[in-house]
């Protein structure tokens, strides 16, 4: 779509964007008849891919997305963990159920869901900024964008901020609260070709070779991998980046130090517990940009693919009704909250005591789960695994197992 400065563009919805949490919003709204426009900044939506393309399969189903076969790199048999003196624990696909991971091809996944949101009826503009909110009597009425330096106005009765980690968007509402530095995770990877691995699991390497995080090992192919890791930013202490910590993991395991980067990436998530609040009249927020990464595992995307459905099924709700004030807004607080934020609350939790561990406990916790035949992956058994051998170990936990 060509535009002229100081045009002025009418929609129902604007997302701010094109990542899948903006996507699958422009998707669902779009779907139930709502006129949509997705502004994406970058010329290339999915591209530079600053993620592990990491993600479960349990919400396929839900998202109306069974044929992403285009989408996937490979689809893994489970995951191992490795504990800091090599202890092992492998979860099965037969332990792993529905949480069975894939790893994707990043890019032509966020290409698949803006198709998807395309074939609904949504229109899109890449290298297209959104530089600020339109507001009146306090509430939002679009944007202000920018394409090819020409400045140019979207009116909507809606906005979807879907800006990823980064948000202005929250912030130009004024819906954020900020940052502890222990609820940032700072991330450093490379695609390594050439290496060593199971190439049908994925590897997580826990303790002090990534403090406050993991090491994560996430197969492409039969020798290339994308090998990184997140560190809790309060740990870094200015003298060692993730990239140097990276480095020295690497060089310290025979399996991968002879591979080559063929890219890298450096990039954050926030693994905070949920926000108090991520809408405003006019207004919301979806994925990375509200803050619902899953804390344990610093994942976004699946998150953030099932919020946005409730966005965009919201977005249409609230068309019909004709009302953006914030009675209404608590609708979508609330669906999203039913849908995501136990699970958040309780990883953020489990964060919380996980980042206190040592590599010694976590030597022990590997330990004695690899001597037993777990019969689920839940928090409960795993804390009764670990109490069989290690019990001073689970003993503040005990009323959760
Ligand atoms: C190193 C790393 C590894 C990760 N690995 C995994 C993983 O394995 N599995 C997993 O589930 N998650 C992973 N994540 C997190 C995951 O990438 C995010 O949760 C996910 O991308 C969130 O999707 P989103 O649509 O909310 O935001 P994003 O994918 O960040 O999309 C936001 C989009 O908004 C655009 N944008 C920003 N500002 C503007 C503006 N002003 N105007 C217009 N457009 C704008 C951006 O260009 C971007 O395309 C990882 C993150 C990092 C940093």
Not at 131 to 155: Q, S, T
Not at 285 to 314: C, H, W, Y
Not at 361 to 389: M, N, Q, R
């Amino acid at each position: 779509m060509d535009v002229d400065e100081g045009d002025v563009l009418n929609y129902d919805v604007v997302v701010i964007g094109g990542g899948p949490a903006g996507s699958v919003a422009a998707r669902f709204a779009a779907k139930g008849g709502a006129d949509v426009l997705v502004l994406e900044k970058r010329q290339e939506i999915g591209s530079p891919i600053r993620c592990a393309e990491g993600v479960s399969l349990s919400w396929l189903e839900e998202l109306e997305l069974e044929d992403i076969d285009s989408s996937t790199s490979r689809v893994m048999k489970g995951a191992i963990l490795y504990s800091p003196a090599g202890h092992e624990l492998k979860i099965t696909e037969k332990l792993a159920g529905d949480e069975v991971g894939v790893v994707l091809e990043r890019d032509h996944f966020d290409k698949d869901m803006a198709r998807l949101a395309v074939k609904e009826g949504a229109d899109y503009m890449v290298k297209t900024s959104a530089v600020g909110l339109i507001k009146e009597d306090g509430i939002v009425k679009g944007v202000e964008a920018k394409n090819f330096g020409k400045r140019f106005e979207v009116r909507a009765e809606l906005v979807i901020g879907a800006d990823g980690y980064e948000s202005q968007v929250g912030r130009w509402a004024g819906i954020y609260e900020s940052l502890k530095p222990k609820d940032v995770m700072t991330c450093f990877q490379y695609r390594l070709t050439g290496i060593d691995m199971d190439p049908d699991y994925t590897h997580f390497y826990m303790g002090s070779d990534a403090p406050g995080g993991y090491v994560w090992v996430f197969p492409k192919n039969e020798d290339t991998a994308n090998v990184g890791l997140g560190i809790q930013f309060s740990r870094l202490n200015g003298s060692k980046t993730p990239k140097d910590y990276l480095d020295e993991f690497i060089e310290s395991h025979e399996d991968y130090k002879d591979g080559e980067p063929v890219d890298m990436v450096a990039g954050a998530v926030a693994v905070s517990h949920p926000p108090e609040k991520v809408t405003a009249p006019g207004i919301l927020l979806v994925g990375d940009a509200s803050r619902i990464v899953d804390p344990m595992t610093g994942g976004g995307i699946v998150n953030g693919l099932k919020q946005g459905k409730i966005a965009g099924e919201f977005a249409v709700e609230a068309l019909n009704e004709g009302r953006f004030d914030e009675e209404i807004m608590q609708r979508y607080e609330e669906r999203w909250r039913d849908k995501l934020a136990d699970k958040l609350w309780r990883n953020y939790m489990a964060k919380e005591t996980a980042m206190q561990l040592d590599d010694e406990t976590f030597d022990k916790i590997i330990d004695a789960l690899s001597e037993i035949d777990l019969e689920t992956v839940t928090i409960g058994a795993i804390l009764e695994g670990v109490k069989k051998k290690y019990p001073e170990l689970v003993e503040e936990f005990e009323d959760m197992i």
